[in-house]
């Protein structure tokens, strides 16, 4: 099995699929379908090099629900599964699951 380490301020994200979508009792073909922009950070680089040669991590960490631009990234295809390679500066926002069972 291969696999892909992103350089400097990269990350590598894996699309998360939605269920089918029904609008009016009718099936949308996956060819008419969106593609998601949402996904789930696979693997990270080192940061961001500043000139003194230093790097800044990134905010993201592999495992993070995160949400991204529609034309964001670059599409790869690895072991047949497909990626999104891109910089974190496309992330829009890391999706965090609120605690059940709070009340105010």
Same mark, same amino acid.
């Given at each position: 099995m291969a696999s892909i380490r992103p350089l400097h301020d990269r990350v590598i994200i894996k699309r998360i699929e939605e269920g089918e979508q029904v609008r009016g009792g009718i099936i949308i073909p996956d060819a008419a379908r969106e593609k998601p922009q949402e996904g789930e950070v &696979?693997? &990270? %680089?080192? !940061?961001?090099? @500043?000139?003194? %040669?230093? *790097? &800044? %991590? #990134?905010?993201?960490?592999? !495992?993070?629900?995160? @949400?991204? !631009?529609? *034309?964001? !990234?670059? =599409?790869?295809? #690895?072991? %047949?599964? =497909? *990626? #999104? &390679?891109?910089?974190?500066?496309d992330i829009l926002g890391v999706i965090e699951k609120a605690a059940k069972g709070k009340g105010k």
């Open positions: &696979i693997a &990270i %680089g080192k !940061g961001k090099r @500043l000139d003194s %040669g230093e *790097y &800044i %991590g #990134l905010d993201v960490q592999a !495992g993070d629900r995160v @949400l991204f !631009g529609k *034309y964001a !990234g670059t =599409e790869v295809k #690895l072991d %047949g599964d =497909e *990626y #999104l &390679i891109m910089r974190e500066d």
